[in-house]
């Protein structure tokens, strides 16, 4: 069946501008999460939704990160006034349910660079 | 609270084994192990929950030692498609936060 799947593929922004990123999950998967890779680095915890819910924003770098979730599907992540620091690649996943057993099915992500 | 592993890289000949560590300071509720292949996305090896089994996918093992906080990743006979970076991601908390905090990740190489 379908994937994860994450658009667009590559996003080439210039400092200031406002950038969207999409996902869209594994249908009936409940929970996504929200992952950025900087250059030869781990996934830093960005957010997760369970539904449409956010129980956790902890990851977000700076309020000019957000993020939405609508009819327990697709998920837009959104980076305003974009800064060089914000490259990297943004992750996401999504599993049937939150945490636990769980695993997670990623998507193959959106590198995004700021110049 | 990210979770440390060790070490950060290996090099093997093609039928050699290695471990993998990913320690936590935190009470651990679930370890997820995940490889990435060079720009590809990560995708699942196992899960281990409180309280459960070793599990095993193909020449692939891990444990997970709640006293300890710990869970090791075995590479029994390693073949040239292991390689990659291996990540643990780890649900922390005694009724788990589910959410994972990834450690660093291993860079495996395997040579012919």
């Known amino acids: 069946g379908a994937g994860v799947s994450q658009s667009p593929s590559n996003k080439v922004t210039e400092k200031g501008k406002d950038v969207e990123l999409r996902c869209d999950p594994i249908?009936?998967?409940?929970?996504l999460y929200w992952y950025r890779q900087s250059l030869g680095q781990g996934l830093e915890f960005l957010i997760y939704?369970?539904?449409?819910?956010?129980?956790?924003k902890s990851g977000l770098p700076s309020d000019r990160f957000s993020a939405e979730r609508t009819g327990g599907s697709v998920s837009t992540l959104t980076i305003q006034r974009t800064q060089q620091e914000d490259s990297a690649v943004y992750l996401c996943?999504?599993?049937?349910?939150?945490?636990?057993?769980?695993?997670?099915?990623f998507g193959p992500g959106t590198r995004l660079t700021v110049t | 609270q990210q979770p440390v592993q060790s070490p950060q890289a290996v090099i093997l000949r093609e039928g050699e084994d290695a471990v993998i560590n990913c320690s936590s300071s935190k009470a651990l509720y679930s370890v997820h192990w995940y490889r990435q292949k060079h720009g590809e996305a990560p995708v699942f090896l196992m899960i281990?929950?409180?309280?459960?089994e070793q599990m095993r996918h193909e020449k692939i093992s891990a444990s997970f030692n709640e006293k300890k906080q710990q869970s090791s990743l075995y590479l029994t006979a390693s073949q040239l498609s292991y390689s990659g970076t291996y990540f643990c991601?780890?649900?922390?908390?005694?009724?788990?936060?589910?959410?994972?905090?990834f450690g660093q990740g291993t860079r495996l190489t395997i040579n012919p």
């Open positions: 996943a999504s599993s049937l349910r939150p945490g636990g057993p769980y695993e997670q099915y």
């Open positions: 249908s009936g998967h409940t929970a």
């Open positions: 281990l929950l409180k309280g459960g």
């Open positions: 939704f369970q539904g449409n819910s956010a129980p956790d």
């Open positions: 991601g780890t649900e922390m908390g005694i009724q788990g936060a589910q959410k994972l905090v």
